[in-house]
């Protein structure tokens, strides 16, 4: 079965940032949409940003212009550059893989998942 390693999380300062990664495994990914999610203590998990095979984008609202979201199939990548991080970025973020080229924002939507890396950020 597929599977998703997550790695780049950890302790920032408000404005600093980080780079997430997610390297699959299983199966190549090349031709279905990834995305990122992540979810705040007590909050539900939501949608940040997916990328599909051909590199069409689509972002949050809350993190357009600070996240960017990439791909690199040759080594079955996923990133998340995250830039001018903010305190309500704090999550844990989730790669995950829909078995799509179709883009969605919708977690149901989405086959494997990654057991998440801790992102946090302070005032």
């Known amino acids: 079965q597929a599977q998703l390693v997550e790695s780049g999380g950890g302790l920032v300062q408000a404005g600093g940032s980080l780079r997430l990664s997610c390297t699959g495994s299983?199966?190549?990914?090349?031709?279905?949409?990834m995305g990122w999610f992540r979810q705040a203590p007590g909050k539900e998990r939501e949608f940040v940003a997916a990328i599909n095979y051909n590199g069409y984008t689509y972002y949050a609202g809350s993190v357009k212009g600070r996240f960017t979201i990439s791909r690199l199939n040759a080594k079955n990548t996923l990133y998340l550059q995250m830039n001018n991080l903010k305190p309500e970025d704090t999550a844990v973020y989730y790669c995950?893989?829909?078995?799509?080229?179709?883009?969605?924002?919708?977690?149901?939507?989405?086959?494997?998942w990654g057991q998440g890396t801790q992102v946090t950020v302070s005032s």
């Open positions: 995950a893989v829909k078995s799509s080229m179709v883009l969605t924002t919708r977690s149901s939507e989405y086959d494997n």
């Open positions: 299983g199966r190549t990914f090349n031709r279905d949409t």
